[in-house]
């Protein structure tokens, strides 16, 4: 089993910015690809950014494209997820997720494709 802690969220002013964390523990090693999806209110979950674990590739939605930027660190076994020039349409949930297949093979921005799932951690950028 993977067990997946987001942390980082807050209320932050519009054009401001916040780092978001998601440290995994349990079985991590088969865990492959990490990616973060947000959820506001009334909405569905939507892709937001992912990252290959061992290249470091990464894929955005087009919404968070030059503002948002998805890292990890290998050794804390951590995602993080770094937003800049935070617009009041970012305001959500935001989960983190794993998957058990490799980045190269997966459709990344699709939910189906992870396994597992954090709690979440909201995210408020007032108008």
């Known amino acids: 089993q993977v067990q997946l802690v987001e942390s980082g969220g807050g209320l932050v002013q519009a054009g401001g910015s916040l780092r978001l964390s998601c440290a995994a523990s349990?079985?991590?090693?088969?865990?492959?690809?990490m990616g973060w999806f947000r959820q506001a209110p009334g909405k569905e979950r939507e892709f937001v950014a992912a990252?290959?674990?061992?290249?470091?590739?990464?894929a955005y939605a087009d919404t968070v494209k030059g503002r948002f930027t998805i890292s990890r660190d290998i050794a804390k076994n951590t995602v993080y997820l770094q937003m800049n020039s935070l617009k009041p349409e970012d305001t959500a949930v935001y989960y983190c997720?794993?998957?058990?297949?490799?980045?190269?093979?997966?459709?990344?921005?699709?939910?189906?494709?992870?396994?597992?799932w954090g709690q979440g951690t909201q995210v408020t950028v007032p108008s």
């Open positions: 990252i290959s674990l061992s290249t470091g590739s990464t």
């Open positions: 349990g079985r991590t090693g088969g865990i492959y690809t």
């Open positions: 997720a794993a998957s058990n297949r490799l980045y190269a093979t997966i459709d990344a921005p699709a939910e189906n494709e992870y396994r597992y």
